[in-house]
């Protein structure tokens, strides 16, 4: 079955950077974009970036374009979010999602990781 194991989390600093990796099995990685979604304590999820399954298109919320930078590699079945200049605000357990199909669309994931907590604090 579809696994998508997230990893990286941790706590940082203001400021600081983190990388968070999604280990994916189970499926052809290359037919399937690919989405980070986030969610804060009362807060609902949302998704914060979106790779296509080439890797050429990537969509970002508004709130992390500029710090954060979605990729792939697909031969690694690998998926990773490079995070810079955090803030508390982007406290939150963060997902790994595969989307439907081979490119970013507006529809529920098809499969979801377990998560790993990203903690912002001084």
Do not use: H
Not at 53 to 70: A, N
């Amino acid at each position: 079955q579809v696994q998508l194991v997230e990893s990286g989390g941790g706590l940082v600093q203001p400021g600081g950077s983190l990388r968070l990796s999604c280990a994916a099995s189970g499926l052809r990685l290359d037919y399937y974009a690919m989405r980070w979604f986030r969610q804060a304590p009362g807060r609902e999820r949302e998704g914060v970036a979106c790779i296509n399954f080439s890797g050429l298109t990537t969509t970002y919320v508004d709130s992390v374009k500029g710090r954060f930078t979605i990729s792939r590699d697909n031969a690694a079945y690998l998926i990773q979010l490079q995070m810079n200049n955090l803030a508390p605000e982007d406290a939150a357990v963060y997902y790994c999602a595969a989307e439907t199909g081979p490119r970013c669309a507006a529809q529920p994931p098809s499969a979801w990781g377990q998560g790993t907590q990203v903690t912002v604090s001084s």
